[in-house]
């Protein structure tokens, strides 16, 4: 039985509302800028709509939700009542402690999943930003002798344009279609491949699932501010803009696709750890699943993640 509290004035309901499009506009990696130009609603307005303080129209609700690609549902009630297809199994799962959970779900893929390795088609890495990502990919894959994908690449391939473009251009859904496309694209490739995922992805749930599925996954993790200090080592100077609000929305990102990024099938902790250090940790536990591809025999190069 669901125990989440009920609002009970208005003041509440609009405070539980501007919670979830805080949540959601941060698990989609979206600016309050891009947002309010997606929906077509001020910059100011949303600001206001997010701190509870305004009572926002059924049209406006709409539009950020469509601006966000998620369901009007989304905003108007919590995820925890939402009605789910088979409610008993719900109840049931909902019933059990986080390891349970973790294990009951580990027991479902067995019996009808397709997560076996030779159903897979290599190893994905997930997280944001400044995680390792790139680096760890790029020498995993030579280490194994193996091609390094980067999916934001593949999306730029399949819609034809930039990403910056997509996104200021076509908007989060037309987005979305194309990262669901250029991952199937390469899921169709015939060998092994060790594929940077966008940090993003984990919020589209049909996409991550398929990414799970066909992919065995690391979430690479870091400290938010490891995360900030090497986007500015990477030459990125757009986070001193605001620094303390840009913070603020990396660490409520972080918190809200936590969750989902440990639904990756293992986790390598890059925080305060050497290239060589967390490249030998993630080839223990990525090798069975490129091979027979590679012997692992490479050494890491030094170098900043």
């Excluded at 779900?105 to 030779?118: H, T």
């Excluded at 944001?128 to 999306?155: H, I, M, P, S, Y």
């Excluded at 995922?197 to 699932?209: C, K, Q």
């Amino acid at each position: 039985m669901n125990d989440t509290p009920k609002p009970e004035t208005v003041d509440d309901l609009l405070v539980d509302m501007s919670k979830r499009v805080r949540g959601l506009r941060a698990a989609r990696g979206m600016s309050r800028k891009d947002l309010s130009k997606h929906a077509d609603i001020s910059e100011r307005y949303l600001a206001q709509l997010e701190s509870g303080q305004a009572n926002a129209s059924l049209g406006v609700l709409w539009r950020l939700a469509d601006a966000m690609g998620v369901d009007l549902i989304n905003l108007l009630v919590n995820d925890e009542q939402v009605p789910r297809t088979n409610a008993p199994l719900w109840r049931l799962l909902q019933s059990l402690s986080a390891k349970d959970q973790l294990r009951a779900y580990e027991i479902l893929v067995r019996r009808f999943g397709s997560r076996d390795n030779a159903a897979r088609h290599g190893v994905a890495l997930v997280g944001l930003r400044g995680a390792g990502k790139t680096t760890l990919g790029r020498q995993l894959a030579a280490d194994a002798g193996v091609d390094f994908v980067r999916l934001g690449e593949v999306v730029e391939s399949v819609g034809g344009m930039e990403l910056w473009e997509m996104f200021s251009l076509a908007g989060q859904k037309t987005y979305r279609r194309a990262e669901r496309e250029a991952l199937q694209t390469v899921i169709n490739r015939p060998e092994p491949v060790v594929l940077e995922a966008g940090g993003s992805i984990v919020s589209e749930p049909a996409t991550f699932n398929l990414l799970l599925a066909n992919f065995y996954t690391v979430w690479l993790r870091a400290a938010p501010h490891e995360h900030m200090e090497r986007v500015l080592g990477q030459g990125d100077t757009r986070p001193m803009e605001a620094s303390e609000a840009a913070m603020a929305d990396l660490k409520r990102i972080l918190s809200e696709r936590e969750s989902d990024y440990g639904r990756a099938d293992a986790v390598v902790n890059t925080s305060e750890r050497g290239i060589d250090d967390c490249l030998t940790e993630l080839r223990r536990k990525a090798a069975r699943h490129l091979e027979p591809a590679g012997s692992f025999t490479g050494q890491a190069n030094s170098g900043g993640r």
